[in-house]
């Protein structure tokens, strides 16, 4: 089977190795090069700390199993920098120490560990964190990438398993058995999509894909991935099947390197509250790590405007406040830079994963939002296992690229 993986981020990367290592016939292409996207453009967290019950939780949980697995058997390994180092969630409030304790305890029905800590064994695990705390929940398995080496690897890996890597090449529609539905004859002619008419005819006759065009000409496929990140819904559209995944913005303050000063991964329990509001307005909550090199990441915001990647002074402003609430001592430390990037939003917050059933042939692994580092390799052991029929490690129907929030109310019908 010919399988074509559009998106070299950490996504794309991991569904490449793993259909390589199942015996696919596996080309990635990417319209920059590995890790060109969101990949680059985040922080690395492994969490399971952040997820209440539910779908998301368990792919969580399957992909922090993973991790250290598949990290044993990647020959370069290193620029991975895995980080097992736990992270602990901190209220400041007493409101906010009941939610926490509320959602800790969710969380240990469903498995995860979650320890309380007393103000002495904070005191012990963070000495430089405010005393100023109400809660604070550790957890163990949450653990740390660096998200670009960990991409890196995986293609790595992909490669060394037969997968081919086109990079500068761009995905611009899709071949189906009655030829190119937007009326193009030759795939090279860098002609742009004609959405509109492809779906009309994918969804008439339920033609199947049989290879995409690109900047570099047509590529023979049995099967698509779409894994774009948040760039998934104009490739979808493309193709042909639109689907609803939107950028949402992310912003994160990089400090010069310190002597050790956090050693867990640190966030204020506002951040859930955060990461499952569906608010276009600015979201920041603090979530500090440190890196190898001895830098401080402070994240991170969340906006919706659209692809818009102009840094803005009142987002860092505003992150910069809030961590030196919970770090008083980072007060006056050099900040050495900022970056942003785009978080691959769903409105019901949770990943797109299988085929699309409108267009035989095409399958999704995309919309993770803030999580797409972690749920990585969780996401592709369940694409493999859906492509060559194996017994999926989780329930894939809450991922299915059917639902109303991924092809919207009306399209839904249509594909039903
Ligand atoms: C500020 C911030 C902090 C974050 N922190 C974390 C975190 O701590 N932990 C975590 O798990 N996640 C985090 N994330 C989210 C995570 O970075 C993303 O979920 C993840 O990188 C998505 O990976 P991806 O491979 O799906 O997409 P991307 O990395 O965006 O890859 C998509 C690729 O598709 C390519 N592409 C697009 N269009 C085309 C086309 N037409 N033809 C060919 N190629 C195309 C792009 O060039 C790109 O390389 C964060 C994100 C942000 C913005």
């Known amino acids: ?19 390589a290592r199942a015996g696919l016939a596996v080309t990635v292409l990417d319209r920059g090069g590995p890790a060109a996207g969101t990949t680059a453009h985040g922080e690395g967290n492994i969490l399971v700390s952040d997820k209440g019950p539910g779908p998301e939780l368990e792919l969580a949980k399957l992909s922090r199993s993973l991790w250290p697995e598949i ?4 020959p370069n390994a290193g620029g991975v920098e895995w980080d097992p180092k736990g992270g602990i969630v901190v209220a400041t409030t007493p409101e906010g120490a009941r939610e926490l304790e509320k959602f800790a305890e969710s969380q240990r029905a469903a498995g995860v560990t979650a320890e309380a800590l007393d103000a002495a064994s904070l005191a012990a695990a963070e000495p430089h964190l405010t005393r100023e705390v109400t809660a604070a929940v550790h957890y163990p398995d949450d653990a740390q990438v660096q998200p670009s080496g ?17 990079t500068g090449c761009e995905l611009i529609g899709v071949r189906t058995h009655d030829g190119y539905p937007d009326g193009s ?3 090279a002619s860098g002609e742009r999509g004609g959405a509109s008419s492809v779906w009309s005819v994918s969804r008439a006759d339920g033609n199947r894909l049989t290879g995409v065009r690109t900047s570099q000409g047509v590529i023979d496929a049995d099967l698509v991935v779409n894994a774009a990140g948040p760039w998934s819904g104009e490739v979808a559209a493309r193709l042909g099947a639109p689907i609803d995944v939107r950028p949402r913005r992310g912003e994160v303050l990089v400090t010069a390197p310190l002597p050790p000063t956090v050693f867990h991964k640190v966030y204020d329990a506002d951040y859930v509250g955060a990461v499952g509001s569906g608010s276009q307005d600015l ?13 401080i990441l402070i994240g991170s915001s969340r906006r919706q405007v659209g692809f818009d990647d102009r840094i803005r002074p009142f987002v860092l402003a505003e ?11 980072l007060a006056g430390v050099q900040v050495m830079r900022a970056y942003g990037g785009f978080r691959p939003y769903v409105p019901d917050h949770l990943p797109v994963i299988g085929p699309d059933p409108r267009l035989p042939g095409l399958w999704h692994a995309t919309g993770h939002e ?3 580092i972690g749920l990585s390799v969780g996401t592709a052991r369940l694409l493999r296992e859906l492509v060559t029929g194996a017994v999926p490690s989780l329930d894939p129907e809450p991922f299915r690229a059917g639902r109303p929030a991924v092809l919207g109310a009306d399209a839904c019908e249509g594909a039903a």
């Open 1 to 19: 089977m010919r399988v074509v993986v559009v998106g070299a981020g950490i996504v794309g990367a991991a569904c490449a190795r793993e259909l």
């Open 71 to 74: 990290l044993d058997g990647l």
């Open 150 to 166: 960990a991409a890196t690897a995986l293609l790595s890996d992909a490669l060394r398993h037969g997968a081919d890597l086109r």
């Open 185 to 187: 004859r030759d795939g």
């Open 283 to 295: 979201q920041a909550s603090t979530v500090i790590e440190s890196t190898g090199a001895g830098t």
């Open 319 to 329: 992150l910069a406040r809030k961590a030196l609430r919970l770090y008083p001592s």
């Open 370 to 372: 803030g999580a797409g």
